[in-house]
């Protein structure tokens, strides 16, 4: 499986920009998705999960209410909606898919060793 990032860039704060993630080699369609963050000098955190459906979904408290993360099985896509941008949310974003399918439990879905197949990155940054 081979996960391929992109739409990140260069945003002033309070902007909006979606980033996707797109899989080759294998279908994602029925596997627990995530994106995850590292900004310079701390370590790669959560930020969203997805189940199978969409109908499940997970996102770390700083996010909430500005980011979205949405599929499209059809496609073999992964998208992260990013609204109200804040400089704080300047990073590489990862993709990666879970090693379990079609739904998992919030603890699992933040654990960074419970996700086989990751992306390369895409850079987003927010000036102030």
């Known amino acids: 499986v081979q996960l391929q990032a992109s739409g990140g860039g260069l945003v002033q704060a309070g902007g909006s920009l979606r980033i996707s993630c797109a899989a080759s080699?294998?279908?994602?369609?029925?596997?627990?998705m995530g994106w995850f963050r590292q900004a310079p000098g701390k370590e790669r955190e959560f930020v969203a999960a997805i189940n199978w459906s969409g109908g499940t979904i997970y996102y770390v408290d700083s996010v909430k209410g500005r980011f979205t993360i949405s599929r499209d099985n059809a496609k073999n896509t992964v998208y992260l909606q990013m609204n109200s941008l804040k400089p704080e949310d300047t990073a590489v974003y990862y993709c990666?898919?879970?090693?379990?399918?079609?739904?998992?439990?919030?603890?699992?879905?933040?654990?960074?060793?419970?996700?086989?197949?990751w992306g390369q990155g895409t850079q987003v940054t927010v000036s102030s």
């Open positions: 990666a898919r879970h090693t379990r399918s079609y739904g998992v439990s919030k603890e699992s879905s933040r654990d960074l060793s419970n996700y086989d197949y």
């Open positions: 080699g294998q279908t994602l369609s029925s596997y627990v």
